[in-house]
């Protein structure tokens, strides 16, 4: 049996090849953008009033894919001793860069009232135990890589007594 192959099948199998390709090489990357390190660095601009605490929750995430992504959308539920407290939601875009660590700052604002009527007890008694006042945040993410959004999702707890310390002049670490 004999081919007579002509030049534009040449043509059709050097695209098939390209686009076997980079289909290959988008894969690669995109599973090593969901296998990212996203690591709580800590908090800064603590505010603390008689009304309530605002703070700026800083995360490192580390983009190990070889390509430039998109964080295209951040939604943040927080949660106060395992009741639903309020969701933040956050579309402006941020570069993650291929191979590079970027930084992503959380703002979040606490009213005692709020959070005691919502608990269903005195906010005073909140501001009294803060070491029994736990903040669950559960990040979610889309990472956008051209037409792919990919999820990404990160949960962090941190105590009130935490934000306060932090804050304290004689144990102020901030970043």
């Known amino acids: ?21 980079t289909g290959a090489y988008m894969y690669i990357q995109v599973r090593k953008v969901l296998n990212y390190t996203l690591r709580y ?6 505010k603390i ?18 390509i430039d ?8 539920e927080i949660y ?13 875009p941020q570069t993650l860069y291929g191979g590079k660590k970027s930084m992503i700052a959380v703002n979040m604002t606490l009213n005692y009232k709020e959070i005691g009527s919502k608990l269903k007890t005195n906010y005073l008694s909140l501001v009294a135990s803060p ?9 979610k993410w889309k990472v956008k890589y051209g037409i792919l959004k990919l999820p990404i999702t990160y949960d962090y707890e941190v ?12 144990n102020n670490q901030n970043v």
Do not use: C
Request: proline share 2%.
């Open 131 to 139: 070491q029994n006042i736990k903040i669950l945040t559960k990040m």
């Open 49 to 66: 009033s008689t009304s309530g605490v605002s703070v700026n929750f800083l995360y490192e995430y580390e983009n190990k894919a070889n």
């Open 80 to 92: 106060i001793n395992g009741v639903y407290y309020t969701t933040l939601k956050n579309k402006a």
């Open 1 to 21: 049996m004999k081919f007579n192959l002509k030049p534009k099948h040449y043509w059709i199998a050097g695209l098939i090849g390209a686009i076997s390709l």
């Open 69 to 76: 992504v998109t964080l295209a959308e951040q939604e943040y």
């Open 41 to 46: 660095i800590g908090m800064r601009d603590v």
């Open 159 to 170: 105590t009130l007594k935490e934000i306060i310390s932090w804050y304290l002049p004689q």
